[in-house]
T-cell receptor, first 113, second 112 residues
């Protein structure tokens, strides 16, 4: 089955700096890669996603890049703000149908003032 | 926010007792999913449904069963709860098998 590895597990940045979180996946047939943000005690919320036919996608301060050859994808957050502090999860959808997601283990992002 | 309601939100029970968690949606989405979240593991898929009475196993299905008799409801049952099933359980829905998943607020289950 699919295996997703996520790094780093914790990330601390100064407000206004950029943050990058990286994930690798094992199944070359995976074709959908969402990112979720989860605040403490809350539900995971979808913040951006990318499909395998696209190399990059941006939404304001957030961008995701995908390298299918290397089987890795990354989340980029620019101009970080304290409200960006949360746990971020990457995921990959296995190609067997049903949009079954395999998640990474999460990155705790802390934006310091 | 997607119309997803999980119940109960919190439950404490004893080892060996049956437990049923409910996920109710008002979006008329075809796909529904159950995940568990544990420290160090992220979210792991337990079971999912792709229509009424149509279900399939996920990554960690042992010890769990599901049922979907109506589009809006997806039930997760632990027939005989064990301490290893202490976790936070999230339901998610998706309009089709090719659309993003949106999560409910979760159920915190403690098995003593």
């Amino acid at each position: 089955g699919e295996n997703v590895e996520q790094h780093p597990s914790t990330l601390s940045v100064q407000e206004g700096d950029s943050a990058v979180i990286k994930c690798t996946y094992s199944d070359s047939a995976s074709n959908y890669f969402p990112w979720y943000k989860q605040e403490l005690g809350k539900r995971p919320q979808l913040i951006i996603d990318i499909r395998s036919n696209v190399g990059e996608k941006k939404d304001q301060r957030i961008a995701v890049t995908l390298n299918k050859t290397a089987k890795h994808f990354s989340l980029h957050i620019t101009e970080t703000q304290p409200e960006d502090s949360a746990v971020y999860f990457c995921a990959a959808s296995s190609a067997g149908g049903g949009n079954k997601l395999t998640f990474g283990t999460g990155t705790q992002l802390k934006v310091e003032l | 926010d997607a119309g997803i309601t999980q119940s109960p939100r919190h439950k404490v029970t004893e080892t060996g007792t049956p437990v049923t968690l409910r996920c109710h949606q008002t979006e008329n989405h075809r796909y529904m999913y159950w995940y568990r979240q544990d420290p160090g593991h992220g979210l792991r898929l337990i079971h999912y449904s792709y229509g009424v009475k149509d279900t399939d196993k996920g990554e960690v299905s042992d010890g769990y069963s599901v049922s979907r008799s109506k589009t809006e409801d997806f039930l997760l049952t632990l027939e005989s709860a064990t301490s290893s099933q202490t976790s936070v359980y999230f339901c998610a829905i998706s309009e089709t098998g090719n659309q993003p998943q949106h999560f409910g607020d979760g159920t915190r289950l403690s098995i003593l």
